[in-house]
Protein backbone atom coordinates (compact mmCIF):
# COMPACT_ATOMS: atom_id res chain seq x y z
CA UNK A 1 0.00 0.00 0.00
CA UNK A 2 2.39 2.69 -1.20
CA UNK A 3 1.52 6.66 -0.49
CA UNK A 4 -0.92 5.86 2.59
CA UNK A 5 -0.17 7.77 5.23
CA UNK A 6 -1.31 6.21 8.77
CA UNK A 7 -1.71 8.91 11.17
CA UNK A 8 -0.95 7.90 14.74
CA UNK A 9 -3.46 7.10 17.16
CA UNK A 10 -4.35 9.03 19.98
CA UNK A 11 -4.60 6.39 23.34
CA UNK A 12 -7.70 6.80 25.61
CA UNK A 13 -5.25 8.28 28.42
CA UNK A 14 -4.21 10.88 25.99
CA UNK A 15 -7.41 11.95 24.96
CA UNK A 16 -8.55 12.12 28.52
CA UNK A 17 -5.69 13.86 29.80
CA UNK A 18 -6.45 16.83 27.05
CA UNK A 19 -10.16 16.29 28.35
CA UNK A 20 -8.91 16.87 31.54
CA UNK A 21 -6.31 19.53 30.91
CA UNK A 22 -9.28 21.95 28.53
CA UNK A 23 -12.03 21.05 31.62
CA UNK A 24 -9.60 22.30 34.33
CA UNK A 25 -8.90 25.72 32.23
CA UNK A 26 -12.56 26.67 31.74
CA UNK A 27 -13.53 25.55 35.11
CA UNK A 28 -10.45 27.90 36.68
CA UNK A 29 -11.59 30.36 34.16
CA UNK A 30 -15.96 30.28 34.81
CA UNK A 31 -14.77 30.25 38.85
CA UNK A 32 -12.26 33.04 38.72
CA UNK A 33 -14.78 34.85 36.95
CA UNK A 34 -17.92 34.22 39.30
CA UNK A 35 -15.35 35.28 41.96
CA UNK A 36 -14.65 38.59 40.23
CA UNK A 37 -18.58 39.07 40.00
CA UNK A 38 -19.39 38.69 43.70
CA UNK A 39 -16.49 40.61 44.96
CA UNK A 40 -17.81 43.47 42.22
CA UNK A 41 -21.20 43.16 43.49
CA UNK A 42 -20.32 43.19 47.05
CA UNK A 43 -18.26 46.36 46.89
CA UNK A 44 -20.63 48.00 44.24
CA UNK A 45 -23.64 46.84 47.12
CA UNK A 46 -21.36 48.59 49.84
CA UNK A 47 -20.60 51.40 47.58
CA UNK A 48 -24.40 51.93 47.14
CA UNK A 49 -25.12 52.48 51.38
CA UNK A 50 -26.35 56.11 51.62
CA UNK A 51 -23.97 58.74 53.26
CA UNK A 52 -23.45 59.78 56.16
CA UNK A 53 -23.28 56.38 58.46
CA UNK A 54 -21.86 55.30 61.31
CA UNK A 55 -20.01 52.47 62.03
CA UNK A 56 -17.68 51.50 64.70
CA UNK A 57 -13.69 51.31 64.80
CA UNK A 58 -12.52 47.65 63.95
CA UNK A 59 -9.20 47.54 65.91
CA UNK A 60 -7.75 49.48 69.28
CA UNK A 61 -5.21 51.01 66.72
CA UNK A 62 -6.30 52.75 63.85
CA UNK A 63 -4.77 54.72 61.84
CA UNK A 64 -6.42 57.86 60.43
CA UNK A 65 -4.96 59.69 57.35
CA UNK A 66 -5.25 63.01 55.81
CA UNK A 67 -6.42 61.38 52.34
CA UNK A 68 -7.74 58.04 50.66
CA UNK A 69 -4.30 56.01 50.54
CA UNK A 70 -1.32 54.68 52.69
CA UNK A 71 0.91 57.60 50.08
CA UNK A 72 -0.83 59.89 52.68
CA UNK A 73 0.63 60.06 56.20
CA UNK A 74 -0.96 59.05 59.60
CA UNK A 75 -2.99 62.71 61.40
CA UNK A 76 -3.74 60.52 64.02
CA UNK A 77 -4.33 56.95 65.51
CA UNK A 78 -7.52 56.03 67.15
CA UNK A 79 -6.51 53.64 70.28
CA UNK A 80 -10.55 52.83 71.29
CA UNK A 81 -12.40 49.85 69.81
CA UNK A 82 -15.56 49.96 69.30
CA UNK A 83 -15.90 53.35 68.51
CA UNK A 84 -18.65 54.75 66.94
CA UNK A 85 -17.72 57.02 63.82
CA UNK A 86 -19.75 58.62 60.92
CA UNK A 87 -18.26 57.67 57.44
CA UNK A 88 -18.74 60.58 55.68
CA UNK A 89 -17.56 60.13 52.07
CA UNK A 90 -15.61 56.86 50.35
CA UNK A 91 -13.01 56.57 47.62
CA UNK A 92 -12.40 52.74 46.31
CA UNK A 93 -11.47 50.72 49.62
CA UNK A 94 -10.78 54.30 52.04
CA UNK A 95 -13.55 55.66 54.35
CA UNK A 96 -13.95 59.02 55.33
CA UNK A 97 -14.83 59.12 58.96
CA UNK A 98 -15.90 61.77 61.78
CA UNK A 99 -15.51 61.30 65.22
CA UNK A 100 -18.05 62.75 67.72
CA UNK A 101 -15.51 65.84 68.28
CA UNK A 102 -15.98 66.71 64.47
CA UNK A 103 -12.47 65.71 63.58
CA UNK A 104 -12.08 63.86 59.73
CA UNK A 105 -9.46 61.47 58.40
CA UNK A 106 -9.38 58.89 56.16
CA UNK A 107 -9.07 54.66 57.25
CA UNK A 108 -8.87 52.00 54.97
CA UNK A 109 -12.55 49.83 54.99
CA UNK A 110 -10.74 46.89 57.11
CA UNK A 111 -10.57 49.20 60.15
CA UNK A 112 -14.39 49.50 60.23
CA UNK A 113 -17.27 47.27 61.32
CA UNK A 114 -20.90 48.10 60.87
CA UNK A 115 -21.40 46.83 64.36
CA UNK A 116 -23.29 50.05 65.82
CA UNK A 117 -21.74 51.13 68.76
CA UNK A 118 -22.42 54.63 70.83
CA UNK A 119 -20.53 56.78 73.00
CA UNK A 120 -22.10 58.53 76.16
CA UNK A 121 -21.58 62.17 76.06
CA UNK A 122 -21.73 65.10 78.37
CA UNK A 123 -23.00 63.89 81.78
CA UNK A 124 -23.76 60.80 83.61
CA UNK A 125 -26.76 59.25 81.88
CA UNK A 126 -29.17 56.96 83.60
CA UNK A 127 -29.82 53.36 81.76
CA UNK A 128 -33.29 52.56 82.00
CA UNK A 129 -35.20 48.51 82.52
CA UNK A 130 -37.66 50.39 79.53
CA UNK A 131 -38.15 52.41 77.27
CA UNK A 132 -39.69 55.09 79.68
CA UNK A 133 -38.38 57.98 81.73
CA UNK A 134 -40.30 56.89 84.77
CA UNK A 135 -38.60 53.11 84.71
CA UNK A 136 -36.53 51.95 86.82
CA UNK A 137 -32.96 52.23 86.50
CA UNK A 138 -30.44 49.73 85.70
CA UNK A 139 -27.09 51.48 85.77
CA UNK A 140 -25.54 55.08 85.56
CA UNK A 141 -22.91 55.35 82.47
CA UNK A 142 -20.23 58.13 83.04
CA UNK A 143 -19.47 59.93 79.93
CA UNK A 144 -16.91 58.11 77.41
CA UNK A 145 -18.59 54.79 78.01
CA UNK A 146 -19.06 52.74 74.69
CA UNK A 147 -21.54 50.39 74.28
CA UNK A 148 -23.69 48.32 71.66
CA UNK A 149 -26.56 49.88 69.66
CA UNK A 150 -29.16 47.18 69.77
CA UNK A 151 -32.29 48.67 68.55
CA UNK A 152 -33.47 52.32 68.27
CA UNK A 153 -37.58 53.63 68.13
CA UNK A 154 -38.93 56.63 68.95
CA UNK A 155 -36.74 58.66 70.99
CA UNK A 156 -35.55 55.58 72.94
CA UNK A 157 -32.43 53.09 72.18
CA UNK A 158 -31.82 49.83 73.41
CA UNK A 159 -27.99 49.16 74.49
CA UNK A 160 -25.77 47.01 76.15
CA UNK A 161 -22.53 48.42 77.96
CA UNK A 162 -20.90 46.65 80.29
CA UNK A 163 -22.77 43.53 80.24
CA UNK A 164 -26.32 45.34 81.37
CA UNK A 165 -29.01 45.87 78.66
CA UNK A 166 -30.96 48.73 78.88
CA UNK A 167 -32.84 51.94 77.22
CA UNK A 168 -31.18 55.33 76.57
CA UNK A 169 -32.76 58.55 74.90
CA UNK A 170 -31.60 59.33 71.94
CA UNK A 171 -30.35 62.17 72.72
CA UNK A 172 -28.09 60.72 75.63
CA UNK A 173 -25.28 59.73 73.53
CA UNK A 174 -23.83 59.63 70.01
CA UNK A 175 -24.21 56.80 67.26
CA UNK A 176 -27.63 57.35 65.95
CA UNK A 177 -29.37 59.67 63.65
CA UNK A 178 -32.40 61.62 64.81
CA UNK A 179 -35.53 59.27 63.98
CA UNK A 180 -33.57 57.01 62.87
CA UNK A 181 -34.76 53.04 63.24
CA UNK A 182 -32.15 50.66 63.93
CA UNK A 183 -32.62 47.04 64.30
Known sequence: MAGRYNAPRMTIAVRAARLLRQFSLIHLLAMATALTVVALAADAAEQQLKLPRFASLRSGEVNVRTGPGVRYPVEWVFVRRNMPVEIVAEFDTWRKIRDYQGTEGW??????????TML???????LRRSDNGESPAVARLEPGVIGALQQCRSDWCRVEAGGLRGWLRRGEFWGAYPGEVVK
Do not use: D, K
Open 120 to 126: ILGEVRT
Open 107 to 116: VHSSMLSGRR
